[in-house]
């Protein structure tokens, strides 16, 4: 990637090569004797016996790791964070399609690979209209959305000039939102300083998992905290609509921006509109936006306008809220109960002892 120093130098890139070679071969004796095509349908497509003996032999040659093919499953999902980036590294050597082995790291539909979609636009079209269909389900009062790029970001992992990356694809619109929110987020904190504690349910046996039960303590202002944030939320789905309204009319472009993230060589890719995404193929992704390629520059300079204009936004809003609104009046909104499940419970305490 290019960055000053890469993050997984110390990985041996011979070994994990290596080591991909011989589990595909594994897999099937055949593998290397097929064409391109045939390679990749393989790696997509492949079953689960097939997938079980691929990362077996991983396990082995990279981790040097002995087990059974029925132990596979359970011995690598519980691989600590620090040994990931090789065993995803050479697995995607394994999975992943075109000339940079790109791959969705999303769920998909039990009858959809990657390879079904052409462009990035043909996956993100397909998504939203999923996206679309599911919230209608949910609510009959839902009325839609029309399409607009990456709504939705995914997560992709891949190579770049031959080095192992985690990436995700967004919109101009969308990375600016995340901008903005954060930016806001931070902004209202200063406004009304506030904390989390720990609710009498946060815990708690529940079905499915665990209750997630977090409240607000702003010193007492915590009706007027919830108020601005009940405020702030339409503020950025305009904001998001209003930029990818604006974007929908401008020249392709793709901006890019790496982000120092722990260990993990990560770079953010980002599309100026739905055209920008008709453009580029996943099989070629690497080489289709070269030619696309804009100064990340600039949306650093519209970001810090669009902040500029949020801070004026929730100043006003605070100031009318403490002007005018009576904390005594409860507003009836729809409340949720959040429950997470065991396995996440288990990830944040991994993470916890890999740091």
Not at 101 to 107: D, H, P, R, W
Not at 123 to 149: I, V
Not at 214 to 229: P, S, T, V, W
Not at 338 to 343: A, P, T
Request: aromatic share 12%; with cysteine.
């Amino acid at each position: 990637m290019k960055t000053s120093t890469y993050k997984l130098n110390s990985i041996n890139k011979t070994e994990i090569k290596s080591a991909a070679r011989k589990a595909l071969i594994m897999a099937d004796s055949e593998y290397y004797s097929w064409s391109d095509e045939q390679q990749e349908q393989f790696r997509v497509l492949k079953d689960e016996k097939s997938r079980q003996k691929i990362e077996h032999v991983l396990l082995s040659s990279l981790l040097d790791i002995k087990c059974s093919f029925e132990e596979v499953d359970k011995i690598w999902n519980d691989q600590p964070l620090k040994h990931l980036n090789v065993l995803n590294w050479a697995s995607l050597l394994t999975k992943g399609i075109g000339e940079d082995f790109i791959m969705l790291n999303e769920f998909m539909a039990m009858d959809k690979t990657l390879l079904d979609f052409k462009t990035l636009y043909d996956y993100d079209y397909a998504d939203h209209l999923y996206q679309e269909k599911a919230r209608k389900e949910e609510s009959k009062d839902y009325k839609g959305t029309d399409y607009y790029a990456f709504r939705w970001p995914p997560w992709v992992r891949l190579l770049i000039e031959d080095k192992f990356g985690y990436s995700n694809f967004t919109s101009v619109a969308t990375h600016l939102n995340d901008g903005i929110e954060e930016a806001g987020n931070d902004y209202i904190k200063q406004l009304i300083p506030h904390d989390y504690v720990e609710g009498k349910e946060h815990g708690k046996k529940a079905k499915g998992g665990f209750s997630w039960d977090m409240k607000k303590d702003a010193n007492g202002l915590e009706r007027q905290l919830e108020e601005l944030q009940h405020r702030w939320y339409p503020y950025l789905q305009s904001c998001w609509l209003n930029i990818s309204k604006q974007n929908a009319k401008l020249d392709l472009a793709v901006y890019s921006k790496d982000f120092d993230w722990d260990n993990d060589p990560h770079r953010c890719f980002i599309f100026t509109n739905e055209n920008t995404l008709k453009k580029v193929r996943w099989k070629h992704f690497l080489s289709d936006i070269e030619s696309l390629t804009a100064d990340y520059s600039m949306l650093e300079k519209q970001l810090s306008e669009e902040v500029e204009k949020a801070k004026i936004f929730l100043d006003e809003q605070y100031q009318d809220i403490m002007d005018n609104f009576d904390p005594d009046v409860i507003k009836l909104r729809k409340k949720m109960k959040v429950v997470m499940s065991s396995g996440a419970l288990d990830d944040l305490e991994k993470m916890d002892d890999d740091t």
